[in-house]
Each structure stands twice: as C-alpha cells, then as structure tokens.
C-alpha cells in the first residue's frame, strides 16, 4: 500500500487526472483540456513521479497518448510550431517504449495516431467547410437543399472513428440543411430527422466543444419549426431551454461573434413569442422583446443577419401592441411601439439581403399598416406591398400561401372599410390559391379556406363557400395528430371554432343537406373521432392482411402509453408510420376509419328522431333524422330565433345564475332572481329551438339531441316555456356528441358481463374542496343492488383501484364524489379519486367493450367547456368512449342532498337497468314536479347514449 504523500500516491492521483483530461479531448475537441497549464504542470510531476518509467508501461503509454493528442490540438489551431515541439515529445516516448520492448504491445487506445489522423482530420475539415458553404446556398435557393444534404453526409462520413466530437460539426450542418428542406417541402421526414440528427450533435458536442453553442441554438430552432408544425408543447418548451442555453453560452464566450450572439437571442426571442402565444404568460412576451431588442443592438446593417433581427423585433412589438392593455399602459407607449416597429419592418426592407427576407419585410410592414385602427389609405398601401411582395416570389415558394393569404385579409377589411365588395372576388381568388398550395404550412391553408369561404358567402356564392369550407374540414385532422398529447390537440383545435357548423350551413344553403350534415360530423368531435376508430373492430382488415392489423394494433398500443414524454421524438416518427400503414390499409379497405357514410348517419334515426341542432352566422337549423315508418331520410328544419349570438347570451345568463347560486355570499332571498333567470333560458330554449323541432317531428316517444356550438351546454331536455307543458311533457330526450359517437355506443356486443358485475365508488373528501356528506349513503345505497359488486369507500378508491375495478366489473359503474370540469382544457376535467384525478383522457384510455350503465353523481360531468364546444370533451363522453352504452351525468354543479334524492329515485325506478333514459326521465319529472320554480336543482341531469 502507498502511503500518502509519496511517489506512488502521486502516481496514482496524476495518473487519473491526466486519463481524465485526454477522455474530455477525445470527446469533446476542447483542446483546452490538454493544452491548458494545469494538464503541462501535472505531465511534467507525473514524469518527476516515475523513479523506474521501464517498470510502468502504463503512465508511459498515457503520457505518449497525451502528448500525441496535444500535438493534435495544436494542429487543430493552425500552430504548428507548437505541434512540432509536441510532436517531437511523442517521437522521444516512442524510442523509449521501443528500447523497453513495448513496441510489439497493444498500442494505446486514449489517443489516435496524429501523423495518420492528420490528414484525415484536414480532409474532414476541407469537406466540412464545403458543407457550411452548400448549406448557406440552400438558404437563399430551396433546389440546393437536397444537394447540401449530401455534401453533408460526405463531410460526416469522412471523420475519423477516433474522433467521434468532430462528427458534430457536419451533423450540425446537416440538420440545418434537412429543416431548410422541410421548410421547402412541406415533408415532416425531413424535419423529424433534422432533430434526430441534431440531439446526435448534441451528445457528441461535450462542455467546451466549439460547436456545442451553435447546436443549441439550431436544435432550438428545429424544435421551435416542429412545434410550429405539429403543435407538441414539449417540443416548444425544449425548444426555449436549448435557445436559452445558446444565448448564455454565447454570451460568457468572449470569442463568439457578436452576430453569432445577436442570432442566439433573436432565436430565443421567436421561441418566448410562441411560449406566450401559447399559455399566454406576460413574462414570456417581456422576455421575448428583451431578446429580440438585444439581437438589434448586437448587429448592424453590415451584418447578414440584420434584416432577420428586425423582421423578429417588428413581430414582437406586434405582438405587444395586440395585448396593449398589459405591456402597453399609456398612449405613449402605444405610440412608440408602432413608430418602433414600423421602424423595425422598414430597416428589415431597405438591408435585406436575400428575395425572401425583402418578401417577408414587406408583408410585415403591410401587416403593421393593416392595423385594427388603419384608415381605408393605409390598407390601400398595404395592399400595394403585399402585390408587390408576391410578384418577386416564384411559383411554389413556401411564403406565397402566406402572402396570398395575408393579402386576401386586407382585401376583405377594405371591403368592409369601404362597404363595397368590389374587392371580394379578388379576395376569393387569393384565398382559394392559397388553401390549395399542397406545400403551405397547415394552419395557413385552414385559414385561407375559411376566409374563402367567408367570401364567397358575402358574394353569395354558398357553393364555392361548401367547397372551401369542406377543405378546411379535411384539414382539422391534421391539428390533432396522434403524437399529440389531448391538451396539444386542445390548443390546435380551439381556434377552429363554429367551422363544421359554418361549413354546414353552406352545405344546406347550396341545396346539399347530406353533405351538410356529413360535413358537421367530420369537424366536430375530432378526437372523440379518433377514440371511435381505436376501437372500432378489425375483423375485416384481419380477414384481408393479417399483418396489416397487427402493425396497426401495435401503433395503438404505442400512443395509448400516453404523453410524449422521453419518446417525443420516437412519437413523432410513429405518427408518420401511422399516416402512411393508414393509406396503405385503404387502399385494401378505401372506407377504413373514415367518418360513416350517409346511410350509416340516417340509419341512427330508425330507433326514434335525432336532432341535431346547427348554430351559425350563416343560418342555424335542424337536421332530422327520422324512422322510416315516419317518411324516413333527413330533413332541414330552419331555426330563424336560433343565432350564434342568443345562444352565446343565454349560455352567459344561465352560467351567471348558476354561479351566483353556489356563492355562498348569495343572499338568499336572491335565489328566486336566479333562479327565474334560469327558467328564461328554458323558455327561449323552447321558442328557437325546441317547439320548432317537436312540431316538425310530429308524435314521438324518444328523442336523441345532438346540439353544437354554445348550444352543447344548454339543457335542450329541460326546455320549457313559462307555465305551460314543456319537452319533459312531450318526450324522453338523449344526448350525443355526434351521430357516430351514438352509433359506436349502440353498437353489438359480443362480450356483455354479468349483470351483477359493478363497481361503486364514493370519495367524499378531496383537498381544497368541501366534504360530502352524503356521498358515502349514497354508495352503500347503490352498492345493495350488487351484492356481487365492488364497493370502494374513501381511501380505498384510489386510481388503480377505479381502473382495476373498472375492467374487472365493467357492467355498471357508480361514481359519487367531485367533478371538476376544466372550461379551457376539456381533457383536464376530472373525477377525484382519493389519491388524484382521474381524468377524461385516463378514463377514455379504457377499453371496456362490454360496459352498460355509468352514472356519475358528480359536478358537471357533462360540460363541454367554452373553447372546445364541439369537441364535447367531458367526463360524460369520455366515459361513454371508454365503451359504456348509457351515462348519466350533469351540466353542472350538483348538491349532495339533492343528489341522493335523484340517485334513490332512479335506482328505484323499475327499469332502470333496461331503460335508464326512461328511469332519468322519469326521475327528472318528479323533481321538476316537487321544485318548478328551481331548475337548477332538475335541469341538470341528463342521458347519453343508448
């Protein structure tokens, strides 16, 4: 043993320092680590530390694998006087090992061999550098892309195994190259393989590697492009962290580029602005101009990337000007902000250096000058630079969609301005070319086909606005891909708001009602959609190609894991191979997952009428769908009470009312208000809607509703008007999101559990919410109707156990507790188990193909939320996608008491089981019959299904 202090201890401590220092070379390229003066200082002790070197082959041969890597070093700095006398260290290690009779012995695998890496190290280089040429041509022209690519590879392939850390350079490259070909393309292989290829940079790019910052900042950058494109959050937020690392990194170097620095920031700056977009933080904004008022100061106009960095801070202050209330609190800063940023697009314009960054400099000053407060000259102006812009683009440039879009808006909003169409057709014609370009980005293509459409409505040309707005249609899956997570698809869809109904009441004017109603089912309920299909049968495809259906089966299995998590990458290209099994798999089955055909959607009204209830600007209506023993087929009822904004108007009133009566602040004597409130909402349900529809429909026993827009969370079944029989009198109502959620809800079973086979749940008490008092009776209640169920109280019903006891006992489920509906976030809404939420996206991850009868006796089960109406995302559905053929839920928050009330009576009702929309209607009228002056304790409760 060595004892501290002497040789051998020193020895041994140098020894594993100088190891350490050569691993960070060889994996870094930071010459540092073997050039800096403490690796000289402790090569010189280690040889003063070996009294006996003949008999220590191993520091012999670090110390010849240290020296050859600094020699290496040196000629990575072009100092070659330094790698000389380096060089002539290593000759002298190698005499001696030779003298020693080492030579014959494995050579050292620390270091590579510098006479003969040399020359591959300058080749590498040579190509390397052809890359970063071929890749700055492919910015200003896209045909030089794939061309870049290839360079790329060459460069890649010409690096020596013994050097992995110089693989990062033309990966980085490369990855530059593949995004500039997405972005020219419109092909997301390119682009999901640019960030596959930078994370590999990433890894090979150690701490002090000169190339780390730059793969930073462009993985941010490919990230920012694929959020852009796909909608991930995730990608977004490591899209900030990387540029953020850049910008730091940058700045702390003293030998990075002032542009280079001024890039970094700009990046940021563009990924903050989406970050903000996005959830709407004020910090991210603040942040985000700070960032890009950076990148300004940092550049000038002799530099490159000068345009760039105003093109980014015009953009940002746009954005500041669009929230003026937050950022912007005085006239003053108003002010200044617009002279800033017209500023900002006018030196973008006169110092850009490339066609493209002048394009986007003038849509950008045409844009400011299109303001909401421009005068009818200023939109002129804006349209002249906008014609402008578009003619120096050639065909199949990927701004032309966007310019023509952009030019279109301002045509439109000067006729408007101007209360003249004469510029409508033009309009129309920019609008159409711009949705058909195949290449554009998605969400302008989704919105140019709206505004086409909007025009062609104000030109009275309900034709041409179908076909553009079923464009739009076909587009809405592409905002909610299956490598989204719920929330993602959320964000995506929120903005397309009331378009199936527009795209409808088109269809119906046109004189096409089939086409309508098919138009309303294909753009609402997207991703309850994509629930149905998971869970549609694959006998057929099975029956055709086996394999087929397993690589499918194996693709469902991957995305029902849940969020992107540590796979977001590896989702991104599943998602690919799913679009493409797909296409594959109709060319057998054309049909395949496809919304139903017309016959299937008129084959739901043979068991009674469904309604469903379009709201629209265009003209809302009723699509009836009836028996054939009643004439059968479809019927377009007009509902001229029946608009956007009354719909809109009532929602708030009944929102209003039902709120002030849970505030316990409330004075009592105040309830009565409220409640009469409510009961104007019922009778203008009864006038526009309601009484129209029973009138057309004749005697009837049983009626499905299936309302969109702001109608989703108004109780069409509880519609009454003011002391006279109302739809409770008349029929027994259900609900359903779309025509195809209630064909997959009735759809045959060919496993049906025992009906004994139910799990009871109550949890009374849940953090920041108040106890329930009744909800355990009310378990115990129910829980006697199954001796043979499972009953879960308190503590014991926690998430596993609901899901376990779920699939173990699917026939009948019985959840008293709390709901919590999430108005902005829909797949948020949750029930809450004793140890956390369970929420619409868990439950409608469930498979339970022989599930019967759900009933949750908790808070507003069945809200379909304010953002995402037709969606219908809720506890209610989510539960019925899960496979349960009848649900009853609740619009609302719900009282305890008042809910074991209507629990005991719909139990007790003696077809509950067979029946439940009769044992809930049933339930419903009795209450209304004790309470007609208080609705909100009745019209809450309602059916779906069946």
């Avoid at 464009?471 to 997570?485: H, T």
């Avoid at 296409?583 to 299937?600: G, K, M, S, T």
């Avoid at 809404?829 to 009933?855: E, I, M, N, Q, S």
Wanted: aromatic share 4%.
């Amino acid at each position: 043993m060595a004892i501290p202090g002497e040789p051998a201890h020193l020895r041994d401590t140098l020894v594993g320092a100088l190891h350490a220092r050569l691993r960070r070379f060889m994996m870094s390229q930071d010459v540092t680590a073997v050039l800096d003066a403490v690796v000289t200082r402790q090569a010189a002790q280690l040889q003063r530390a070996l009294p006996r070197p003949d008999r220590d082959p191993e520091a012999v041969r670090l110390l010849h694998g240290l020296y050859r890597a600094r020699t290496l070093a040196c000629l990575l700095q072009d100092d070659e006087a330094a790698a000389e006398r380096e060089q002539s260290v290593v000759d002298a290690l190698v005499r001696f090992m030779e003298r020693a009779g080492w030579a014959d012995e494995p050579a050292d695998e620390e270091g590579p061999d510098a006479e003969r890496l040399t020359v591959a190290v300058r080749r590498a280089e040579t190509l390397t550098e052809d890359a970063a040429r071929a890749v700055a041509a492919a910015v200003d022209d896209g045909g030089a892309a794939a061309r870049a690519c290839a360079v790329c590879e060459e460069a890649l392939d010409a690096v020596p195994e013994a050097l992995p850390h110089l693989r990062a350079g033309p990966l980085q490259l490369w990855g530059v190259a593949l995004r500039l070909r997405f972005e020219r393309t419109g092909d997301p292989a390119h682009l999901h393989t640019c960030v596959s290829k930078l994370r590999e940079a990433l890894a090979l790019a150690g701490p002090g590697h000169p190339y780390r910052t730059a793969v930073h900042s462009t993985l941010g950058v490919a990230l920012r492009v694929r959020y852009e494109y796909a909608g991930e959050l995730s990608d977004l937020e490591a899209a900030v962290r990387h540029c953020r690392s850049a910008a730091e990194a940058g700045d702390a170097d003293a030998g990075t580029e002032p542009e280079a620095k001024a890039g970094h920031h700009h990046n940021l700056g563009l990924a903050l602005r989406l970050r903000h977009q996005r959830l709407g933080e004020s910090g991210d904004l603040t942040h985000a101009l700070r960032a890009h008022r950076t990148a300004v100061a940092r550049s000038d106009a002799g530099t490159a990337g000068f345009a760039v960095f105003q093109l980014g801070l015009g953009n940002a202050l746009g954005d500041s000007l669009a929230e003026a209330v937050t950022f912007l609190p005085s006239p003053a800063d108003v002010a200044r902000a617009r002279a800033e940023r017209m500023a900002a697009f006018a030196a973008a314009a006169d110092h850009a250096g490339t066609s493209e960054t002048a394009a986007v400099a003038q849509a950008g000053r045409a844009g400011a000058l299109a303001s909401a407060n421009a005068t009818p000259a200023e939109y002129v102006t804006a349209a002249r630079e906008l014609r402008r812009t578009l003619a120096a683009l050639p065909e199949g440039h990927p701004l032309l969609a966007k310019c023509r879009y952009q030019l279109g808006r301002v045509l439109m909003e000067l006729s408007v301005r101007e209360r003249d169409h004469r510029h409508m057709p033009e309009a129309l014609v920019l609008h159409r070319a711009a949705s058909l370009q195949s290449t554009a980005d998605t969400w302008v293509r989704l919105a140019a086909a709206m505004f086409r459409g909007t025009a062609a409505m104000a030109l009275e040309s309900p034709h041409e606005a179908a076909d553009a707005y079923a464009l739009a249609v076909e587009l809405l899956p592409r905002l909610a891909r299956p490598q989204l997570a719920l929330s993602d698809a959320e964000f995506s869809l929120a903005s397309t708001t009331s378009l199936a109904s527009d795209a409808a009441a088109c269809a119906w004017r046109a004189g096409d009602p089939g086409r309508a109603l098919r138009l309303l089912e294909m753009g609402r309920g997207v991703l309850l959609a994509q629930g149905v299909h998971n869970r549609g049968d694959l006998a057929e495809l099975r029956s055709l190609d086996a394999a087929l259906a397993d690589r499918l089966t194996a693709l469902q299995a991957f995305f029902d894991r849940g969020g992107p998590g540590a796979e977001g990458d590896l989702r991104h290209v599943r998602a690919r191979e799913w679009e493409e099994l797909l296409a594959e798999i109709r060319v057998l089955l054309p049909d395949f997952w496809r919304p139903p055909p017309l016959d299937a959607l008129l084959e739901q009204g043979s068991r009674g009428p469904v309604v469903v209830v379009n709201v629209s600007h265009y003209g809302s209506a009723a699509f009836l769908l009836t028996p054939a023993r009643t004439g059968g087929g479809l019927r377009v009822l007009p509902l001229p009470l029946l608009t956007p904004d009354a719909a809109s108007s009532h929602s708030a009133a009944l929102r209003s009312a039902l709120s002030l009566l849970a505030d316990p602040g409330t004075d009592l004597l105040a309830h009565p208000v409220q409640q009469t409130r409510i009961s104007d909402v019922l009778a203008w349900l009864w006038d526009a809607v309601v009484s129209p529809v029973l009138d057309a429909l004749g005697p009837a026993e049983r009626v499905w509703w299936v309302p969109t827009g702001p109608l989703a969370v108004l109780p069409l079944h509880a519609a009454q008007p003011p002391g006279r029989p109302g739809v409770l009198d008349a029929v027994i109502s259900s609900y359903a999101p779309t025509v195809a959620v209630l064909a997959h809800a009735r759809r045959p079973r060919r496993h049906a559990p025992p009906p004994s086979s139910a799990l009871i749940a109550a949890v009374p008490a849940a953090p920041g919410y108040r106890y329930l008092h009744r909800a355990d009776e009310e378990a115990r209640y129910v829980a006697r109707l199954f001796p043979e169920g499972r009953l879960l109280l308190g503590g014991a019903a926690h998430r596993d156990a609901l899901e376990e006891g779920l699939r173990a006992h699917p026939a009948t489920f019985h959840f008293s507790g709390h709901g919590v509906a999430d108005p902005r976030a829909p797949s948020a809404g949750r029930l809450l188990a004793a140890d956390g939420p369970l929420t619409v996206a868990d439950v409608a991850a469930l498979d339970l193909p022989g599930a019967h009868l759900a009933y949750l006796s908790a808070c507003a089960t069945a809200h379909a939320g304010l953002h995402l109406p037709d969606e219908a995302l809720h506890l209610t559905s989510a539960v019925q996608m899960a496979g349960y053929r009848h649900v009853v839920g609740t619009l609302w928050p719900v009282d305890d008491t008042e809910s074991l009330m209507r629990v005991r009576a719909f139990y007790g009702h003696p077809l509950w089981s067979t029946d439940p929309a009769l044992a809930l209607h049933d339930t419903v009228v009795s209450a209304r019959d004790t309470h007609p002056l208080a609705p909100s304790h009745w019209a809450g409760h309602v059916h779906s299904g069946g």
